[in-house]
Every structure is written in C-alpha cells, then in structure tokens.
C-alpha cells in the first residue's frame, strides 16, 4: 500500500480549508502505485485525490507537471488537473511534503487487457502526443540512457542477490544500448510510465490518463515502447500478447503514428524501456525500508521482457 505520509484529520480538514471543496466527509489511503502517498477524500462537493510527493518526485519539476496537465485537460483529453485554492495555488505543502488536491476522475485499471483496451491505450498515448505538439515547457529525463547506467551502478553487486548473475547482465546491456541507441529519433514531451494502473478505463474506453510524474523530453517512439512493454505481456514477464501488440501500435497509428526509423528501432526502444524499469524495480527492491506499507514490484518481470525483445524482429513487432 503506497502511504508514506500519514495526515492527520485535523491536518487534512485545514488543508481541504484552502479550497472550494465543501467539508471532509472521509479519507481513505489508497493501495494502488508505489512512487507516492495517494488519498482518496470524500467532501461534501464530490471526490478528490489528495497526493503527497515523495522519494522520486523533485519539487522543483512540480511547476512542469501542472503545466502540463493543464496544457493537456485544455485540449479537452482526461487528464485529472491538479487543482487551484482560493489563492490560485496548486503547490502545497502537507505533513511536511510537497501535496496537491486532484479532480477524481471515474474509471478502473485493467490487469488483464483486452485487445480493444490495447487499442484504446495505444490510441490515448497517440492523442496525447498530438496534443503535446504545442507545448513549449521541456523536462530532461533522470532516467534515460545515462540515468540507467549510473542506477545499475549504485545497485552493484547487490543486483546479484536478486538473481546470481544479474549484475553482469545489466552491466552488458547497459553497454550494448549505449552502442546502439537510436540517438536520431524524433523528442519531444512524453509520459514515460503509461503502465496499465496509469490508465483508468471504462469498458473499453480510456476514461483517464494519470500519473504525469516521469514525464519528460525525450525519444517520443520511446513513449510506446515503455506503453508496449507493460501492456502486451503477463505481468511477471512471460508470455508475449502479439494481439496486444498489434491492438496497442494500430491504435497508436491511428492517432499519431511511428516513422519507418521508429519502428526500425523499436526493439532496442524497448529493450531501454525494460532496462529502466527492471533497475528502478531492483533499486526499490533492495531499499525499500522494512516498514514501508508498500508492495516491491519484480524486477525479473522486465529481465523476462528484455530477452523476449532482444530477439524480436521489427518487421513482426511493430509491421507498418
Ligand atoms: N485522478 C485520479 N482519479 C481517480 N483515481 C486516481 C486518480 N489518481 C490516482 N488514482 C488512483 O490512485 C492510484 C495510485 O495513483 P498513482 O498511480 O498516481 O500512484 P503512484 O504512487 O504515483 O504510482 P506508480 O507506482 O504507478 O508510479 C491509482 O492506481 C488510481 O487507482
Ligand atoms: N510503473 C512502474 C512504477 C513507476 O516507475 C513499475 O511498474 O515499475
């Protein structure tokens, strides 16, 4: 369960004060997500998500990401905005942490998606890249090429005592992806972290996209390959989905499109998104402090996923 910050009920119906909100009716931490505290608030106007940034979230980015999801609720997709006080603030601070208070918008995640969830996916990723074609404000990405080779080296040996030999396999696909990353891909403003719990659907609607705290400038195809490599597999890895595949890209094409260089490079692409998570998820595996009420996810689920696309074929992956 993802709440590292208790609130208080007195800190909480302070803070609800500072907006047009009506009183708390009830506060519930949320247990979905692993990066920050989540609470969903009941007032007496509606529902509301109250989110307090932690570790990975840096508060200087905090501006950006409002920004961006203002930019993006502008162009009418569904995107939560992170909402004003009174005083027209967004940024707050709460229990010691940097908070906002965030529109609720209705819908579930999918664990099992089907292939028209894929596409809706694919589609939602494709109309937010389209929308991002005007926005102006950029953020570097903490966790591109050079960020996985020094997270690979912070982990170290230690990467060993989540499997034997983990070490040297990271170390040898950190070198192989800084020989051959696709450098002259198209950038541009990306999510980074379009899993499948970062997208609430309705059926087989996307009813809302969420979680905007990777996002970034960086290889836009790249954005595709991250929503590829978490959508299209079972969840520890196994088993590759090629209908998803297929469901998920032709949705994408549908709305925005990959490049006949894109999808040349997509399984290198997606071998840097699976190199990313895997570390992330090894970092968090070996520090994760003991009374942290918070579930590890795998890291082995996207070592399974990286050999899967180091042997994969553009032309079958992502066909034009
Ligand atoms: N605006 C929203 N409307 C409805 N539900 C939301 C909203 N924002 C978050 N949630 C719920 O809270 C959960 C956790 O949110 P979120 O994914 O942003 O957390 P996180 O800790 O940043 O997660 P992650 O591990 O995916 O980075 C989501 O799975 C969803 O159920
Ligand atoms: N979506 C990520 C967590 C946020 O980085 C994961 O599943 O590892």
């Given at each position: 369960?993802?709440?590292?910050?208790?609130?208080?009920?007195?800190?909480?119906?302070?803070?609800?004060?500072?907006?047009?909100?009506g009183?708390?009716?009830?506060?519930?931490g949320?247990?979905?997500?692993?990066e920050?505290s989540?609470y969903?608030i009941?007032?007496?106007?509606?529902?509301?998500?109250?989110?307090?940034?932690?570790?990975?979230?840096?508060?200087?980015?905090?501006?950006?990401?409002c920004?961006?999801?203002?930019?993006?609720?502008?162009?009418?997709?569904?995107i939560?905005?992170?909402?004003?006080?009174?005083?027209?603030?967004?940024?707050?601070?709460?229990?010691?942490r940097p908070?906002?208070?965030?529109?609720?918008?209705?819908?579930?995640?999918?664990?099992h998606?089907?292939p028209?969830q894929?596409?809706?996916?694919?589609g939602?990723?494709?109309?937010?890249?389209?929308?991002?074609?005007?926005?102006?404000?950029?953020?570097?990405?903490?966790?591109d090429?050079?960020?996985?080779?020094?997270?690979?080296?912070?982990?170290?040996?230690?990467?060993?005592?989540?499997?034997?030999?983990?070490?040297?396999?990271v170390?040898?696909?950190?070198?192989?992806?800084?020989?051959?990353?696709?450098?002259?891909?198209?950038?541009?403003?990306?999510?980074?972290?379009?899993?499948?719990?970062?997208?609430?659907?309705?059926?087989?609607?996307?009813?809302?996209?969420?979680d905007?705290?990777?996002?970034?400038?960086d290889?836009?195809?790249?954005?595709?390959?991250?929503?590829?490599?978490?959508?299209?597999?079972?969840?520890?890895?196994?088993g590759?989905?090629?209908?998803?595949g297929?469901?998920?890209?032709?949705?994408?094409?549908?709305?925005?499109?990959?490049?006949?260089?894109?999808?040349?490079?997509?399984?290198?692409?997606?071998?840097g998104?699976?190199?990313?998570?895997?570390?992330?998820?090894?970092w968090?595996?070996?520090?994760?402090?003991?009374?942290?009420?918070?579930?590890?996810?795998?890291?082995?689920?996207?070592?399974?996923?990286?050999?899967?696309?180091?042997e994969a074929?553009?032309?079958?992956?992502?066909?034009?």
């Amino acid at each position: 369960m993802a709440v590292y910050t208790q609130v208080s009920t007195e800190e909480m119906t302070a803070f609800l004060h500072r907006y047009d909100v009506g009183t708390l009716l009830s506060a519930k931490g949320i247990a979905e997500g692993v990066e920050n505290s989540n609470y969903l608030i009941e007032t007496t106007a509606g529902r509301f998500i109250l989110t307090l940034y932690e570790k990975r979230v840096n508060v200087d980015d905090l501006p950006f990401f409002c920004a961006l999801t203002d930019h993006l609720a502008a162009k009418g997709l569904n995107i939560p905005r992170m909402l004003r006080d009174r005083r027209g603030e967004q940024l707050q601070t709460l229990a010691g942490r940097p908070a906002c208070l965030i529109e609720f918008l209705s819908g579930v995640s999918v664990t099992h998606p089907t292939p028209a969830q894929a596409r809706a996916a694919g589609g939602a990723l494709g109309d937010m890249h389209k929308a991002l074609g005007d926005f102006r404000l950029g953020r570097p990405n903490s966790l591109d090429l050079a960020g996985w080779g020094a997270l690979a080296a912070r982990c170290g040996a230690d990467l060993d005592h989540i499997q034997p030999g983990l070490r040297g396999r990271v170390m040898a696909e950190v070198e192989w992806l800084e020989a051959n990353w696709p450098r002259h891909l198209r950038t541009a403003v990306i999510h980074a972290d379009l899993f499948p719990d970062n997208v609430l659907m309705l059926g087989d609607e996307v009813s809302g996209v969420i979680d905007f705290y990777f996002a970034c400038t960086d290889i836009r195809a790249w954005d595709v390959a991250v929503t590829h490599a978490a959508w299209c597999f079972e969840n520890d890895g196994t088993g590759y989905h090629a209908d998803l595949g297929r469901a998920l890209v032709a949705g994408y094409d549908r709305q925005f499109g990959l490049s006949t260089d894109e999808r040349l490079a997509f399984p290198i692409l997606a071998r840097g998104a699976c190199l990313r998570f895997l570390l992330t998820r090894a970092w968090d595996w070996l520090n994760t402090p003991a009374d942290a009420l918070v579930t590890r996810k795998d890291p082995i689920a996207f070592l399974r996923r990286l050999d899967f696309y180091a042997e994969a074929d553009p032309e079958t992956l992502v066909p034009a």
